[in-house]
């Protein structure tokens, strides 16, 4: 039998459209049938046909759609504290990638970890983002950069879904970094590695889209390019991690494949502005790492208001550039760093990243949509961006359940 319910609370932010900010409702009701949310609305307009099913009252706590993280790298073996400790010594995050360090450290100890260990270490960050209502996290592979390991990534991803209450989105990444055996040889790697491992990947229904890292000490746009080209032959959209540490023009080409998003973007031009308006992609902003690497080039985030492209937020939770498993914390260095609105910050952690997911049915409180839901121990949705290191979570409900 499907549950039928009605939630009731002093305040809900819908999150749908800005009039009134957060789509704010004072006393307010929610029906949720089975999975699903029938209606939702000022209580005194909750329609008879819904008024003889079981209501459970939250009294004064504020609800919101569930949160979303829309870009992850969850998946990985050890960590790399000693590098975190070697950049105060004086070494560059840069240098240390150039050294044999960095994502290569990572893809050493991915590689010798197994399914198991991968999964168990994932489940202690995925399980730091459910406590904060996270209901949908996106998880990349691209610490394999071999064709076992980046499917064994894959896999581990799915497993999370199935481990844990949270819906999972899966990105191949295998356009991350070049592996030891293949430097100086970029181009063999994409097309002897690469290609022929997304192909398989998307082959065992592993893949929901396709990223790459577009660098200097990644992937050029020809390489990415190359990439892409295959995705859209599989049908498969794409995203890029572009304009992180230099302009090489990845907004600009990932917009040409009508990209999902475009990530970090810190040194993103107006054209690149334009160009991701114009194809409805996504910026997602990455905080994490903008503060791990103490940078200091600002996302253009006037620029991105000004042409309405959506903002999401997210932790980029990585063991190199973001080890950061709170999307609340991210919400507020949103807003401390990149001097987003909290509502602008709750948006981009609700339907911005849903946008930037492509995913229709979670990131608002309407009819229609998944009954992926948070309820907090607070009155006003700017609380949820104001307070550092607080986590004010009473309770989380993923497809109508606890
Ligand atoms: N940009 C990032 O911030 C992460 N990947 C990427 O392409 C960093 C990955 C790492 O340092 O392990
Ligand atoms: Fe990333």
Not at 284 to 313: C, I, K, N, S, W
Request: hydrophobic letters at 45%; aromatic letters at 6%.
């Amino acid at each position: 039998m499907t549950q039928k319910m009605v939630l009731t609370s002093a305040a809900m932010a819908t999150m749908f459209g800005g009039d009134p900010p957060y789509g704010l409702c004072r006393d307010a009701a929610i029906a949720i049938d089975g999975s699903v949310i029938v209606w939702a609305g000022e209580r005194r307009g909750l329609p008879a046909e819904y008024a003889d099913w079981t209501v459970e009252d939250f009294g004064a706590r504020l609800i919101t759609p569930a949160l979303i993280d829309a870009h992850t790298h969850v998946v990985f073996g050890g960590n790399r504290a000693t590098e975190f400790e070697m950049r105060l010594n004086g070494a560059s995050y840069e240098e240390i990638a150039r050294a044999g360090g960095g994502i290569l450290s990572t893809v050493n100890a991915t590689r010798s970890a197994s399914e198991a260990e991968l999964l168990t270490d994932a489940l202690t960050r995925v399980d730091a983002l459910i406590a904060e209502g996270v209901c949908t996290i996106e998880v990349k592979s691209g610490y394999g950069l071999d064709t076992e390991t980046e499917l064994k990534m894959l896999r581990v991803a799915r497993r999370i879904g199935e481990a844990r209450p949270v819906r999972v989105k899966t990105s191949f990444l295998g356009a991350h970094a070049v592996p030891p055996e293949y430097a100086g040889r970029a181009d063999d790697y994409i097309q002897k590695v690469c290609i022929p491992t997304l192909r398989t990947a998307h082959a065992e229904g592993l893949v929901d889209a396709v990223d790459g890292f577009c660098e200097g000490i990644a992937f050029s746009p020809a390489q990415i390019a190359q990439v892409f080209d295959v995705a859209q032959e599989l049908g498969l959209s794409v995203k890029l991690h572009a304009e992180q540490l230099s302009n090489l023009g990845g907004a600009r080409l990932a917009a040409s494949y009508g990209a999902l998003s475009a990530d970090h973007i810190e040194y993103l031009d107006a054209e690149g502005v334009k160009a991701m308006a114009e194809a409805g992609t996504a910026a997602v902003l990455l905080p994490g790492a903008f503060y791990t690497l103490r940078e200091t080039q600002m996302p253009p985030v006037d620029l991105l208001r000004q042409h309405q492209v959506p903002m999401a937020l997210a932790t980029d939770c990585n063991p190199g550039s973001s080890p950061l498993t709170s999307l609340l914390l991210t919400m507020n260095m949103g807003c401390t760093l990149f001097r987003l609105t909290p509502e602008e910050a709750l948006t981009g952690v609700t339907r911005n990243a849903a946008h930037a997911l492509g995913i229709s049915d979670a990131g608002m409180i309407a009819p229609g949509q998944r009954a992926d839901l948070a309820v907090w121990d607070v009155t006003h949705p700017a609380e949820l961006s104001y307070r550092i290191g607080f986590n004010p979570l009473h309770k989380r409900l993923f497809g109508g359940l606890e």
